[in-house]
């Protein structure tokens, strides 16, 4: 017979149920060190810029190089710097010793008045060459031209339109070479126009005009017409916005 006491004997005490485990919970430092931490904000002067950042110092500066604030070289250097810009820090001390309107690069709040005139592509950079060989060859537009450029022509023909250009440099000079061939040369009616070509069996017209502005550019126009022809005239009705602008006070 089994002697062994019963669970249901009264004369033993009970047996305590089991606890149950849990898992030890996190003091809030601890916590706090397993969560990922937010990334540092970027200064502004390390944002990058857009190509509508770098026209708008480049603008500043061209106004003051005609205002006489810079001249050719600190100019050239300036304009170089600010179409090389990666960041505002490298854009903001181009202008910082300069009278000029303030350059500012925060952005309008959502409901403020945007401006009526839509801003402008920027300005393409191009080879200071043009050539025309048994074809055509232009350039026009919205451009930025430096102070030579170069136009050959052999048994084809060269357009080149200054009236929508960028003008980086107040003088530039262009070179024609036309033989059997022709070019054409467009400029804004608000710049001084000069011209010294040879026309040899073949014509060199330039239409020589004077700028009432004597801060606007001067384009040269030089070269030879061997069995070809160079024409090179202002169009009316098209002018040089820096300096309308300028001349204006518009923004």
């Given amino acids: 017979m089994d002697n062994s006491p019963s669970h249901d004997d009264p004369g033993q005490p009970p047996v305590p149920a089991p606890v149950p485990m849990t898992k ?6 601890a916590r706090a060190e397993t969560a990922p931490r937010p990334h540092a904000p970027v200064a502004e002067a390390e ?29 050239a250097e300036r304009i170089e710097a600010a179409y090389a810009a990666k960041t505002f820090g490298d854009l903001v001390p181009l202008t910082r010793d300069l009278p000029a309107r303030p350059l500012s690069f925060e952005k309008q709040p959502l409901d403020a008045p945007q401006a009526t005139r839509p801003p402008q592509p920027p300005a393409r950079q191009e080879s200071p060459t043009v050539v025309a060989i ?20 052999a048994f084809g023909g060269v357009e080149i339109d200054l009236t929508d250009a ?13 033989i059997f061939g022709g070019v054409e040369v467009r400029v804004p009616e608000n710049v001084s126009l000069q011209g010294s070509g040879v026309g040899i069996f073949g014509g060199f017209d330039v239409r020589e005009q004077t700028a009432a502005d004597p801060y606007a550019p001067v384009v040269r126009v030089k070269g030879l017409a061997l069995f070809g022809g160079c024409e090179a005239k202002p169009r009316r009705g098209k002018k040089l916005k820096e300096w309308v602008r300028r001349q204006l006070g518009a923004d």
């Fill in 134 to 153: 048994f074809g055509g060859a232009s350039r026009k537009g919205r451009w930025r031209v430096g102070s030579h450029l170069s136009a050959f022509a």
């Fill in 47 to 75: 944002l990058r810029v857009s190509d509508a950042d770098r026209e708008k110092v480049a603008e500043l500066l061209r106004d003051a190089y005609a205002e006489g604030r810079l001249d050719a070289d600190e100019h």
């Fill in 166 to 178: 960028v003008f980086e440099s107040p003088e530039v000079e262009i070179t024609v070479t036309a």
């Fill in 24 to 29: 030890p919970e996190l003091k809030p430092d």
